[in-house]
């Protein structure tokens, strides 16, 4: 039912937010599953954005769990290093979240982003997850990479364009006769 319910909802509704917003709304859907893990959030929070928090949100939080899990099961002894960092590009807002887990192949890396592919326990997880970012990432006129050293870690990229009002901008309607 909740993932009928996420793929149908294909209405995004976007309004200019600071890059911020999502990050907030992303941490707080992840403590309610995972209350002790820490993230670091760095960059600028205050750019602006064109997005459906709520979405957006969602597929922050979704990578937020990926690299918390992928850190779990690379059974490293070291310290979990999650981050959440804010890229101010030219025409967009970078998203990366990086962890410090095991690292995905390159063979993987051509599969993750395809609906219903797991690498993971199928009981509890149908492998929607990276293709739903995708989707959203899409839907807010952006675009997903991956970065990743196997045995090091992994960096997810959500580049969003940037939203910039036009200032002195003055147009007059003429009404057509």
Do not use: C
């Amino acid at each position: 039912e909740e993932l009928y319910k996420s793929i149908k909802s294909n209405a995004l509704i976007l309004s200019p937010i600071p890059a911020g917003q999502v990050v907030s709304q992303a941490i707080r859907q992840f403590r309610q599953k995972y209350r002790e893990v820490p993230v670091e959030v760095s960059g600028n929070q205050e750019e602006l954005v064109l997005a459906d928090v709520q979405h957006l949100g969602e597929a922050v939080y979704n990578l937020l769990t990926n690299a918390h899990e992928a850190f779990l099961t690379s059974g490293k002894t070291e310290k979990e290093n999650l981050q959440i960092i804010l890229h101010s590009e030219r025409l967009y807002i970078g998203y990366e979240i990086r962890d410090n887990g095991n690292g995905i192949e390159e063979k993987e890396r051509q599969k993750i982003f395809y609906p219903f592919y797991t690498s993971k326990n199928t009981n509890n997880n149908w492998g929607m997850g990276l293709y739903y970012v995708r989707e959203i990432v899409k839907g807010h006129f952006g675009m997903v990479k991956v970065e990743s050293i196997p045995g090091s870690g992994t960096s997810f990229w959500m580049m969003i364009p940037r939203y910039e009002p036009r200032k002195g901008l003055n147009i007059k309607w003429k009404r057509a006769e």
